[in-house]
């Protein structure tokens, strides 16, 4: 496979070509092809930006209706019949069912400008500057964002100040018997603690890039419980473990906390297509008209791939029940696989978002995603030393794939192993 162009012109600061190292051309469904006619099974789908795998015909129909008709591309964000058909269908499929009430901000199309977005909202609306972000939490890498992104890979480019953030330990950083929401409680409470109060705690309820560190519920309720107590905004990332990852629309739903404002971006258009949203608890939004703008937001195409996506999907109770039936498929591989190696491998993750831990060697999860791949399967690492095999397959399509795909897994870690 000839890459000579992208590795004579494109920047060094090129990422998964590195890891994946093909070009590839077409894609539907779990399967990406590459120039050569080589098929791969999906396990990344885009870092969650195509839960619904690629080109979905029925998704891509809507869309290509919308292309013939001459609907309107581009309108800033100006009233379009795109975006109505949008926001009424959001409201009647997810907010509504839900009993949520927010109001929905359309930032610029990247999940960092929508984390940039609730950040400066959060704090107009307190007069405070902090936020409080997690351990080994991944935001965005834009400054506002980056301030908040844990890892010193991405802190070390920042090349500025990055401020206004304090971290604290996610849920499980010191293990199982120390509670941190507790920990943050004595510390906001404590006139002498050094910390001020902050405008805003920013979660993921499953950490994605950070590899895969789940928040249990009692711990989302009890930090749901100190931000109402004390007027600080909860943000809800769910870039990222939102739009059907966790078998929920939301990450959240299972704990039953109901956020002040959450980052919607990645798989919110349907179809890989741009798009964020800030959904606002209204009496936060405090804005004045334009104090926070930008040239592409609620992009209309992706508008529209965006409702057809919940018409096609959120509607349809069997496509819900059906995420359910496959994180257990692949919980039950990637455990039994555990249960094989049990020196090399821990488990955890929840729906469709995965994580098959090396815990004998940092190494072992980056050259089983390299051996899948070499075997046809694109899986992708993540965590703070990248021991995390992260397991992300397309949250709808058929089993028989799913199967192949876990099948390939497992003999890249017995090839690995054995290695
Ligand atoms: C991907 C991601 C972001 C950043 O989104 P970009 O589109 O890459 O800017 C922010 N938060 C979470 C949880 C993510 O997974």
């Known amino acids: 496979m000839d890459l000579s162009v992208f590795s004579s012109m494109e920047s060094e600061v090129r990422s998964y070509v590195r890891a994946f190292p093909t070009v590839f051309d077409t894609a539907r469904g779990s399967t990406i092809t590459d120039e050569a006619g080589r098929d791969y099974i999906d396990f990344f789908c885009g870092a969650g930006a195509v839960n619904y795998g690629h080109n979905h015909p029925a998704i891509k129909k809507d869309v290509l209706e919308y292309l013939a008709s001459d609907g309107i591309q581009h309108a800033l964000d100006m009233a379009t019949s795109a975006k109505r058909t949008f926001l009424e269908t959001f409201s009647e499929v997810i907010l509504a069912p839900r009993g949520y009430a927010y109001k929905v901000q359309f930032t610029g199309p990247t999940g960092a400008n929508v984390v940039e977005a609730a950040f400066k909202l959060a704090r107009l609306a307190t007069g405070r500057t902090g936020v409080i972000a997690f351990t080994h939490g991944y935001h965005g890498l834009s400054m506002g964002a980056l301030a908040a992104t844990a890892n ?71 930090l749901r419980e100190l931000c109402t107590k004390h007027g600080i905004v909860l943000i809800a990332d769910e870039i990222q473990i939102g739009v059907g990852r966790s078998g929920d629309f939301f990450g959240f739903e299972e ?27 209204p009496e936060l939004d405090v804005w004045k008209p334009a104090m926070h703008t930008g040239t592409f937001r609620g992009n209309t195409v ?74 046809g399967v694109i ?17 709808l399509g058929d ?18 192993l054995a290695a």
Not at 255 to 281: A, C, E, H, R, W
Not at 379 to 395: F, I, N, Q, T
Not at 399 to 416: H, P, Y
């Open 255 to 281: 704990s039953g906390i109901v956020p002040d404002m959450v980052t919607l971006s990645k798989s919110i258009s349907g179809y890989g297509f741009p798009l964020s949203l800030l959904l606002i608890n």
């Open 152 to 222: 010193s890979w991405f802190r070390d480019a920042a090349g500025a100040h990055l401020g206004d953030v304090v971290f604290h330990p996610y849920d499980g950083y010191y293990g199982d018997d120390i509670d941190t929401v507790k920990m943050l409680e004595k510390l906001i409470e404590d006139p002498s603690s050094g910390l001020d109060l902050p405008a805003a705690v920013i979660v993921e309820t499953v950490q994605g890039e950070g590899g895969v560190n789940v928040a249990s519920a009692e711990w989302l309720r009890a």
């Open 379 to 395: 899986v992708e690492v993540s965590g703070a030393h990248d021991e995390v095999l992260k397991l992300m397959p397309a949250l």
């Open 399 to 416: 089993e028989e794939t799913l199967v192949r795909g876990l099948d390939v897994i497992e003999s890249a870690v017995d090839a690995v």
């Open 302 to 375: 992706a508008l529209v791939s965006a409702t057809s996506a919940l018409n096609n999907f959120w509607r349809d109770p069997e496509f819900v029940a059906g995420i359910a039936r496959r994180s257990e498929l692949v919980r039950a591989r990637i455990d039994s696989i555990a249960a094989r190696y049990p020196e090399h491998f821990a488990t955890r993750g929840r729906g469709l978002l995965q994580g098959l831990v090396g815990i004998s060697d940092n190494e072992l999860a980056g050259r089983i995603s390299r051996k899948s791949f070499e075997l």
